[in-house]
């Protein structure tokens, strides 16, 4: 809880967290800090979480009455409409059609080596997973680049991606760990991390995703490929995915659309040029396009139409005539869970904490507006996939390359063994140093909020910071901060997530961070999150 006294002080505090605002300015900021409270906080996660929105999932009843109420809110807050209903009137919602997406027959992946052309088989020598796809169809052909292992860890002493350029590419990388004469390269703790392609898959992928390769060419090694069929198995269930239009142009495949996993006796001609032992991980190579292949993949879906489920959008104009054309987007997942075997989950924590933050950190913003606009949206379908933000970010309401800084927050209302009473903010690779300063420079100059900066200073921070709505827009390579008490923890997706549960002034404290993290970017007169992380 902040101290009445430190509050009124509003030019020291403030401008303590804009430096460059007019003491006026400040001000409206210090009281539209003041107005956000741990009483309305309660109110939200108490209607919110309450068994009459039986859990909130994506397309139903209750989620639409938890869309209702947000959007009201937003709308009291005096922020405005971005879409528009099907009878063409002004709406908070942006409405997203679901649909069931498999891959047919149809999909295809063939080889080009030395002038000859080999079509491999789905499901023999090649599965494919979608991971952030649209589930629109695709048709590529091109040179890939060999990302090596798809290892990135600088400070250890090795780089696949140093001078890469593999940004909307196909991307081709190796299972496994650098070794030099029997050594390993790498610490013994991340050489065994890396020689397993299940411990890694995290810290390689988000790699291959920071550098905006859009399909990653797995080749396995033979401890993976003997999980064969499980990966298969898994690769062929159908999924859901938001069917959306793009009101600003193509927008080309984010980073990691697809995962193709290929058995290593497939990939030998493949593979031919480069000068490494799959299995003990010996030779050299030189990461870059693999001249002489070119790799031809066509995916083509069966659909079949599901549901449809609002984000719930509000924007808030910013007051410079220039820098209004920029974008802060603030967010938090609004769906939960549902009911399961006729238990109501009501998602206090997970996520009625974090859209209770957005609703809150609106309303104080549009007491302050600052000189960047900032949109408030509270999204759909996390749950199911980060469908709701996948579905934005795919087809904004404004140029994708004009949001400039994404702030989610997810889960901010418990206390978890690992950290107890306080609160994670945590930057995407893209930007992280950056990001990072300017969320120490915040919270110092004012907020206090109690943080925990162990994820952020560990060995691989990066792995943290993707598994929430901003991996959407950090796919976009907008660069992203995560606000989150934690992962996992007390009452994860059990139907004891109830509002008593939660403790109010850590929402409260990540409320105020968010709300000065936005008015912080919104009002810098330059916003530059470097590639730096």
């Not at 600088?154 to 991606?161: F, K, M, S, T, V």
Request: include cysteine.
């Amino acid at each position: 809880m902040y101290a009445p006294t430190v509050l009124g002080r509003f030019c020291l505090v403030v401008l303590g967290i804009l430096g460059s605002v007019a003491c006026g300015q400040a001000q409206s900021i210090s009281n539209a800090l003041e107005s956000i409270t741990e009483a309305e906080l309660r109110d939200h996660i108490y209607f919110l979480a309450a068994d009459l929105l039986e859990g909130r999932d994506a397309g139903t009843p209750g989620y639409q009455l938890a869309a209702e109420y947000s959007a009201i809110h937003l709308e009291q807050a005096g922020l405005e409409t971005m879409f528009t209903d099907s009878a063409g009137s002004p709406s908070y919602f942006q409405q997203i059609q679901f649909a069931t997406s498999a891959l047919n027959d149809r999909t295809s992946l063939v080889v080009h080596t030395g002038g000859s052309e080999r079509t491999l088989v789905r499901g023999e020598d090649y599965v494919i997973q979608e991971f952030m796809a649209s589930g629109a169809d695709r048709n590529t052909f091109e040179t890939p680049v060999f990302l090596g292992y798809g290892i990135e860890e600088p400070d250890l002493g090795w780089n696949d991606y140093e001078g890469l350029d593999a940004k909307g590419k196909i991307g081709v990388m190796i299972v496994g760990a650098p070794v030099r004469n029997g050594d390993p390269v790498l610490p013994p703790e991340l050489h065994q991390l890396y020689s397993s392609l299940q411990q890694s898959a995290n810290a390689r992928f988000q790699a291959a995703m920071n550098h905006g390769v859009t399909t990653v060419v797995v080749i396995l090694d033979e401890d993976s490929a003997g999980l064969w069929e499980l990966i298969k198995s898994q690769a062929s269930n159908p999924s859901i995915r938001p069917m959306t239009e793009t009101p600003h142009g193509n927008v080309p495949a984010p980073s990691f659309s697809e995962l193709v996993l290929m058995k290593p006796e497939t990939a030998v001609d493949l593979l031919a040029g480069i000068d490494v032992e799959l299995e003990t991980g010996e030779g050299q190579y030189t990461t870059g396009p693999m001249e002489g292949v070119q790799l031809s993949l066509e995916t083509r879906h069966d659909l079949e139409p599901g549901y449809s489920s609002p984000n719930v959008v509000g924007l808030l104009p910013g007051t410079d005539p220039v820098l209004k054309d920029e974008y802060i987007v603030i967010t938090a997942h609004l769906d939960h869970v549902g009911i399961q075997n006729g238990a109501i989950f009501n998602g206090a924590d997970d996520n009625a904490s974090g859209s209770a933050a957005v609703i809150e950190a609106a309303e104080a913003a549009a007491m302050a507006p600052g000189k960047r606009s900032m949109i408030f949206v509270l999204l759909t379908a996390e749950e199911k996939g980060l469908l709701g933000s996948m579905a934005f970010a795919s087809s904004p309401p404004v140029p994708i390359d004009q949001i400039v800084l994404n702030i989610n927050l997810d889960m901010v209302g418990r206390n978890s063994r690992d950290f107890p009473d306080v609160l994670l903010a945590m930057g995407s690779e893209n930007g992280r140093a950056d990001l990072l300063e300017m969320i120490r420079e915040v919270n110092e100059g004012g907020i206090h909020a109690p943080l925990d900066w162990r994820l952020n200073e560990g060995p691989d921070p990066h792995n943290h910071v993707q598994r929430s709505d901003q991996m959407s827009f950090m796919q976009r390579g907008i660069p992203a901060i995560l606000i989150t008490r934690g992962f996992m923890g007390p009452d994860y997706h059990e139907p004891s997530d109830d509002p008593d549960t939660i403790n109010y002034e850590k929402v409260l404290h990540a409320t105020r961070l968010t709300f000065g993290l936005a008015i912080e970017a919104a009002n810098r007169d330059v916003l530059d999150f470097g590639a730096g992380g």
